[in-house]
């Protein structure tokens, strides 16, 4: 949890200097997007940063091939990121964190010295590498860049499919996490709606997310994700409700392997739909990390992009600002293939089942078909099982008013 919130603040939040809440401003009503415009935030450079940084070497220039292949890049618009500042990152990090990531970046290009330094998480799965500092102010820049798109009204639906890095903690990098930026996200739509709903179906629960908002009723953050004996982080049971003024507005849905299409989304769409209906957000962030779907190294669940896109399509029905970001995703086809779906449904568009000829093609083989076809995976998720985490789940959510 980040630490105590100060004391002329009313819990709302975990953190310093959030900003007043406007609800004086006008009602969530008159921030109907002027148009459908669907923002998607690209630049090459963005691209070559993700590339080279990112936990999975070329996995951003793989899904925005696929993209581009499909013909999907002329019907979005385009918005270029631009690096977030030093007080952007220290909304949610501390100072002393983001000082040392800089200069640790910085120091590595000159001294080649690997700095196993375990202050600030920054080892082993974080490891200090070189422009690590560039590449999460860019990253966390371009969720900002999608946010603010969502605040100025330009648009109902904003994407950054390489942001999503939702274990990052105020001060410490995590599971490959160095920045937060579905926190940063909603600290600046809080700045414009009084309500945010989070909503995480990465394989892994959205601890460092879960963490900022756990003592605030402004934010409520909803996770669907494996949880098992020694599967990290080793966070997000069904119990774990939030604290204080929070309690409640955190909620979990612990899940265990083998989980497919029909039985996820039946899970997700009575557990989301009771969360928006109770607690009414005026707007929306998405993670939706593809390492769920059949087929990732990770090896848990048995997803396809059409049971993600089941939730997703519940979530765009609610008509409010959202924004989407990746996260995990370690199979680099079967993200790209997962992440264009959806970039085609919040477009309307269908694609054909082929992979297009384009330079990533090879990725895609022996099959070069757009559809990922379930695992056979053992399903340990009895009918039982998730009938009792959908009923304690909704008890919990009878406190929500
Ligand atoms: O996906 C994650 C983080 C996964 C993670 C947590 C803690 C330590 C390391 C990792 N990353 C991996 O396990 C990882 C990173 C790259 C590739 C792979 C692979 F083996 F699945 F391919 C796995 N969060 O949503
Ligand atoms: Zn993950």
Request: hydrophobic share 35%; proline share 5%.
């Amino acid at each position: 949890m980040a630490d105590g919130s100060d004391k002329e603040n009313d819990g709302e939040s975990c953190h310093r200097n959030l900003p007043p809440n406007r609800d004086v401003l006008a009602p969530r009503s008159d921030v109907s997007c002027r148009n459908d415009k669907v923002v998607f935030v690209h630049s090459q450079m963005y691209i070559d940063l993700c590339n080279n940084l990112a936990k999975v070497p070329g996995r951003a220039s793989a899904v925005h091939g696929l993209i581009e292949a499909y013909g999907l890049t002329k019907e979005l618009s385009l918005v270029e990121p631009r690096p977030a500042t030093v007080a952007e990152l220290t909304s949610f990090h501390s100072t002393d964190y983001i000082d040392h990531l800089r200069k640790a970046s910085a120091e590595e290009d000159e001294e080649k010295d690997i700095d196993v330094s375990e202050e600030f998480g920054l080892c082993y799965d974080c490891p200090i590498l070189p422009g690590v500092y560039e590449y999460a102010a860019m990253v966390a820049g371009a969720t900002l860049t999608a946010a603010q798109c969502l605040i100025d009204g330009e648009c109902q639906v904003a994407i950054n499919w390489h942001g999503g890095w939702h274990h990052a903690k105020k001060d410490e990098a995590s599971g490959f996490c160095y920045v937060n930026d579905p926190v940063l996200a909603i600290l600046r739509l809080r700045e414009r709606f009084s309500k945010v709903l989070y909503i995480d179906l990465d394989l892994h629960h959205g601890d460092g997310v879960e963490d900022a908002f756990c003592c605030t009723s402004r934010v409520m953050t909803l996770s669907l994700h494996k949880f098992d004996t020694g599967f990290f982080p080793g966070t997000g049971d069904i119990q774990d409700t939030g604290m204080g003024r929070g309690r409640y507005y955190t909620v979990n849905v612990p899940l265990r392997d083998g989980i497919q299409d029909s039985q996820y989304f039946s899970v997700f769409n009575k557990v989301a739909s009771q969360a928006e209906s109770c607690y009414k957000p005026e707007a929306v962030v998405l993670q939706l990390g593809a390492d769920g779907m059949s087929g990732d190294p990770m090896g848990c669940f048995n997803l396809t992009p059409q049971g993600v896109g089941r939730c997703l399509g519940q979530v765009l029905d609610w008509k409010l600002p959202t924004l989407l970001l990746g996260g995990g995703g370690y199979h680099v086809g079967n993200t790209a293939r997962c992440w264009t779906s959806l970039t085609a449904q919040v477009l309307g568009k269908s694609l054909p089942p082929d992979i297009p000829e384009h330079e990533h093609f090879t990725e895609y083989g022996p099959d070069y078909e757009l559809d990922i076809s379930p695992g056979n995976r053992v399903n340990h998720n009895t009918d039982e099982y998730v009938e009792e985490v959908i009923n304690t789940v909704t008890e919990n959510l009878a406190h929500v008013m």
